[in-house]
């Protein structure tokens, strides 16, 4: 196998280490950069560049001054202020306005359960109340007997596999499973 010897592996270390150097002494100089296309606008004041002086978004020029209160009250009752400039408030995320296409959704009323088939309706009644009943033995009965615990156990299990095998065998392909 052809392994770099060590010495190899100590002189991409040396170059690694000349360039990490390098890096900082440039940024670390008394004389900035060349500026490249920078406007008249933002112009450095003169003297030694320093990390302090990177102000690409130009953060540290003046701040907007604020309106005092009372001239944020005249612009809000519509008084014009000393400059006689009316300010329109910024748009935001919330400031749109909804469409109303005038019509409320109204659900239609639900099938009654008298039309239910009524083994339906018992297993439903089994696999829910079941684990119900259940708990409410273990909270209020403690003394119940072995056999009224077995039953209820059997009602769930029966109820729950009534319910499981009367769920359609097939699946239409046409049906993508989205209702309107």
Same mark, same amino acid.
Not at 33 to 55: I, L, M, T
Not at 70 to 81: K, N
Not at 106 to 116: D, H, K, N, Q
Not at 130 to 135: N, S, T
């Given at each position: ?38 406007? &008249?606008? +933002?112009?450095?004041? %003169?003297?030694?560049? @320093?990390?302090? =002086? ?7 020029? /003046? #701040? ?39 019509? &409320?959704? +109204?659900?239609?009323? %639900?099938?009654?359960? @008298?039309?239910? =088939? ?7 009644? /089994? #696999? ?53």
């Amino acid at each position: 196998m052809n392994r770099p010897d060590s010495g190899s592996a100590d002189q991409g270390a040396n170059q690694d280490d000349a360039v990490w150097l390098d890096l900082v002494a440039r940024l670390e100089a008394d004389t900035p950069p060349p500026e490249r296309n920078v406007p &008249d606008s +933002v112009a450095k004041p %003169p003297g030694p560049a @320093s990390f302090r =002086d990177f102000d690409p978004l130009n953060l540290s020029g /003046a #701040a907007p001054m604020e309106r005092s209160a009372a001239e944020r009250l005249d612009s809000q009752r519509g008084e014009p202020r000393d400059d006689d400039t009316p300010e329109a408030p910024p748009a935001g995320p919330r400031d749109y306005g909804v469409e109303d296409d005038g019509g &409320d959704f +109204v659900p239609g009323e %639900p099938p009654s359960l @008298s039309g239910t =088939d009524p083994m339906t309706m018992l297993a439903w009644l /089994a #696999a829910v109340g079941g684990p119900i009943a259940l708990l409410l033995s273990t909270m209020f009965w403690r003394s119940a007997p072995v056999l009224a615990i077995w039953g209820i156990v059997a009602a769930f299990v029966a109820g729950t596999v009534y319910l499981i095998m009367k769920l359609p065998q097939e699946k239409d392909e046409d049906d993508d499973g989205a209702r309107v």
